[in-house]
C-alpha cells in the first residue's frame, strides 16, 4: 500500500484515482513534470472498461461521418505515436476490409472517406508507421477474407488501423510511472475526500482492501479518474457540481482464428452500431454492442440477447456461420459517455469532443469521456487543468516518453533468437513475448535461467510460460489469482475452460510470491471457478437484470480473502 512509500505527513502534488487507462496515463505525465504523484485503484489495474474495449487504436472513421476533422486527426497522431515510438511491442498495424456492397457510387464515397483518414495521418511530421489503403476487387477481397459470403459484397476497400492488448497497455503504463518515482496501490479504495477549512479537497482517506488498514494521504491536487464511477466519487467531496456519466454496454465474442478463414479484420455497419471482426493474438474478437445500462457498473456481463446479436450481425456476412460452440469467450465492457454539460456548481471545465476535464470543487479535477487511442492528450489536458498556471513551467513530455519494454527492443528481438533455441521456444512463442514484454523478455529470461522450470508452458495454458505467471506478480503487481488468469494474461476468454484448468498450477507458481498457504490457494482456486460458473450462467440470461442476479451469485476475490495484517 501507498504507506509503504508515502509518509501520511507528507503531501502529494498529485493523487489519482482510478487505475484504467486514463488514471494510469495521468500518473505517467504527472510524474515525468517532476510532480510527486500517486495512483490508487480500487481493484485491479484496468479491472474496468480499460480492460474490455475493442482493443483497437484507430482514428474513428465513424467520426468522418460527423466532418469531425480535428478528433480524427488527434487520434490518428496518437496511434502512430504509439505504433512508432511509445509502444511499439504492444501495438500492431491491422489491416481492415470495408466491404462494399455497391460498384460505383459506394465505392466513391468509402474511398473519399479513407482517402481523408489517410491524409489526416500525414499531417503530423515524421515517418508514416502504416501503409496508405487500397480499392479490392471481389477476387482480391475473396483471397484476403475467403470466408466473406460470396454474395457479402462487390469488392472491399482496404485500410489499416492498429491493435493492442488493453490491459496490458494499462499495466505497462503504471510500471513505466512506478519506474519515474510515481506510487502506485491497486486494491485501494478511497472512501471520503478531504477538504480544509475553505472546503478545498486537500486529499483522500483511503483503505488497502487486502489488509483493512487506513491511511490518510494529503495531495495539493487531486484527479478523479473513475470513467463509469465519476460521479460516485465526485459525491465523496459533498459537492453538487461535477460531470454527468451514463454507461454504455459493450459486448464482444471471442473466438478461435481457425475457425474463420480471413486474413484482415472486417468493419461492418450495422443498424446500431459499427461491428467489427478483430484478429487478435490467435482470436478473432467480434462486437460490439452499444445498450444503455443503468446497473451496478463493477460487473457488466453479456446476455444471451447480447450474443445473439453478435452472432446474428457477423453471420450476416460469413460463408459459414458461427454457433454458440464456436465462442471461447465472452466479455462485456462500460463505455463512460460524457452526457452534455456539467451540474450546477462546476467551476469551470475544459471540453473536447470525446471528454471534459473539469473542477467541481477547488482541490479536485475530473476528466470523463475519451477513448483509449486517445488517453495520452486526456492525461495532459487533467494534469494541465489540475496544476494550472503551473503548466507552463512544466509541460507534459510523455510524447517522448517510451512506455518500459520499447527501449532497447530491437536489441532484444535479435537476441530472443539465442533465448529460443536456450529453451526450445517456437517463433511463435517468441513472438508472443516480444509482443507481450518487449525488451523487458530479458527480465522473464533472467526468471528461467534462475528456474528452468519456469521456462516451459503451462500444462493447461500451452500459449504462455510458467515465467509470464511468475512475472504477473514479481514485476507487474497481481495480488490474486483472478488479476493473473483475467488481466495479466487473458485466458479469462481466451481457452474454453476460460482458465479453470489451469487455475491449480498458476496457484502454484503465485502462491508462494504472494506468502499463500494451501487454504490460501484453495480460497483463491474456488473464487476463480465459482466467478467462471457464475458468468457463464449470466450469459444464458435473456436481459441484464438477470444476468446481473447470476453474476452476483458469487463473490468478488477482494470479499472472500481474509484480511492480513
Known sequence: MLEASVSPSAELDVLV???????????????????????????????????????????????????????????????????????????????????????????????????????LATLTPGRRPMPFHRHLSKNQMEAKFPDLAHDAAVGAVQYWDAS????????????????????????????SLTQGATGAVNGAVLVDLETGKEITVRARSVVNATGVWTEETEALAGSEGGLRVLASKGVHLVVPRERIRGHAGLILQTEKSVLFVIPWSRYWIIGTTDTPWSLDPTHPVATSTDIDYVLDHANAVLAHPLTREDIIGTYAGLRPLLQPGTKAGTSSAKVSREHTVASPTPGLTVIAGGKLTTYRIMAKDAVDFAIGQRSAALPSITHQIPL??????????????????????????LDHLLHRYGANLAEIVELCDADPTLAQPLEHAAAYLRAEVHYAVSHEGALHLEDVLAHRTRLVYEVAD????????????????????????????????SRIEAERHAEEAPDDEAAERARLTTQDVAAMQPLRN
Open 498 to 529: 476460460r482458465g479453470t484448468e489451469a487455475a491449480e498450477e498458476v496457484a502454484a507458481v503465485v502462491g508462494p510470491l504472494l506468502g499463500w498457504d494451501a487454504s490460501d490457494a484453495e480460497r483463491e482456486i474456488r473464487a476463480w471457478q
Open 404 to 429: 518500459t519494454g520499447a527501449v532497447g527492443l530491437r536489441a532484444v528481438q535479435r537476441q530472443a533468437r539465442t533465448w529460443g533455441k536456450r529453451y526450445g521456444w517456437a517463433p511463435p512463442l
Open 17 to 119: 484515482i482510478g487505475g484504467g487507462v486514463t488514471g494510469a496515463g495521468i500518473a505517467l505525465d504527472a510524474v515525468t513534470r517532476g510532480l510527486s504523484t500517486a495512483v490508487v485503484e480500487a481493484q485491479d489495474w484496468a479491472q474496468g472498461t480499460s480492460s474490455r474495449s475493442s482493443k483497437l487504436v484507430h482514428g474513428g472513421l465513424r467520426y468522418l461521418q460527423m466532418l469531425d476533422f480535428e478528433l480524427v486527426h488527434e487520434a490518428l497522431t496518437e496511434r502512430d505515436l504509439l505504433l512508432r515510438d511509445l509502444a511499439p511491442h504492444l501495438v500492431r498495424p491491422v489491416p481492415f476490409l470495408y466491404p462494399l456492397e455497391h460498384r460505383v457510387w459506394e465505392r466513391a464515397y468509402v474511398g473519399a472517406g479513407i482517402a481523408m483518414y489517410d491524409i
Open 164 to 191: 493492442v492488448d488493453d490491459a496490458r497497455l494499462v499495466a505497462t503504463l503504471i510500471r513505466t510511472a512506478a519506474s519515474y518515482g510515481a506510487h502506485a496501490a491497486s486494491r485501494t479504495q478511497v472512501v
